[in-house]
């Protein structure tokens, strides 16, 4: 029989804060992820909200399911400093029934903080996309309105049926990247995630360019 992959994540609740980490066969978390209870109420309001901790971010959507309550998807982006001041990073996404994310941080509440451990939903088919960035990851996480942008794109797109992983690098145009899609015969799709209408940061967004 062949043991499913799926990924733990190591819930603790203290105060006003909720902190993750995720541990699988092939990725543990470089640290832990701080959410804050305000964040919280505003994904239950919005039913999406964006945290950002140290350099990493994750972006938070509620999804109705077929069957029972809410499905909470976490999509995390995991930035750590790498070799000549540069950042690298990975990306994963994890999915929970909304109750049981809730009723985790009540138990470690109970418990005084202690990490209480839930197993992700069966992995809906995303690809893993891992930053090998030089230096436009880090000009992105440093700007709070264009890691929104970034992390909205990424919540919506790079999810190609097949995929086993997506490999993201710097491009020529500014805060910009390249990417090429890896799958189990080989190379898939290439191109670019080009940061348009540059001239007003406010109104710039990301596109897909094959």
């Given at each position: 029989m062949?043991?499913?992959?799926?990924?733990?994540?190591?819930?603790?609740?203290?105060?006003e804060?909720?902190?993750?980490?995720?541990?699988?066969?092939?990725f543990?978390?470089?640290?832990?992820?701080?959410?804050?209870?305000?964040?919280?109420e505003?994904?239950?309001?919005n039913r999406?909200?964006l945290s950002?901790?140290?350099?990493?971010f994750a972006?938070?959507?509620?999804?109705?399911a077929v069957?029972?309550g809410?499905?909470?998807?976490?999509?995390?982006?995991?930035l750590?400093?790498?070799?000549?001041?540069?950042?690298?990073?990975?990306?994963?996404?994890l999915?929970?029934?909304?109750?049981?994310?809730?009723?985790?941080?009540?138990?470690?509440?109970s418990?005084?903080?202690?990490a209480v451990r839930l197993l992700?939903m069966?992995d809906?088919?995303?690809?893993?996309?891992?930053?090998?960035?030089?230096?436009?990851?880090?000009?992105v996480?440093?700007?709070?309105?264009?890691?929104?942008k970034?992390?909205?794109?990424?919540a919506?797109?790079?999810?190609?049926?097949?995929?086993?992983?997506?490999?993201?690098?710097?491009?020529?145009?500014p805060?910009?990247?390249?990417?090429?899609?890896?799958?189990?015969g080989?190379?898939?799709?290439c191109?670019?995630?080009?940061?348009h209408?540059q001239?007003?940061?406010?109104k710039a967004y990301?596109?897909?360019?094959?």
């Amino acid at each position: 029989m062949v043991q499913e992959k799926r990924t733990m994540l190591k819930l603790s609740a203290s105060g006003e804060c909720v902190s993750m980490r995720t541990v699988s066969r092939g990725f543990r978390s470089p640290h832990r992820f701080v959410l804050l209870e305000k964040e919280l109420e505003e994904l239950e309001e919005n039913r999406y909200a964006l945290s950002a901790d140290i350099r990493s971010f994750a972006v938070l959507r509620l999804q109705r399911a077929v069957v029972g309550g809410d499905v909470l998807v976490v999509r995390l982006v995991w930035l750590s400093d790498a070799a000549e001041g540069k950042l690298s990073g990975t990306e994963e996404t994890l999915r929970f029934p909304w109750d049981d994310f809730q009723e985790g941080i009540a138990e470690s509440r109970s418990l005084d903080g202690e990490a209480v451990r839930l197993l992700a939903m069966k992995d809906g088919g995303r690809p893993k996309v891992e930053f090998r960035s030089r230096g436009h990851l880090k000009d992105v996480a440093g700007m709070p309105g264009l890691r929104k942008k970034l992390g909205k794109f990424l919540a919506s797109h790079l999810a190609w049926e097949g995929s086993v992983r997506i490999m993201v690098y710097d491009d020529f145009v500014p805060y910009s990247f390249f990417f090429q899609e890896e799958k189990p015969g080989g190379t898939g799709l290439c191109g670019g995630i080009l940061l348009h209408g540059q001239e007003d940061m406010k109104k710039a967004y990301y596109e897909i360019h094959t």
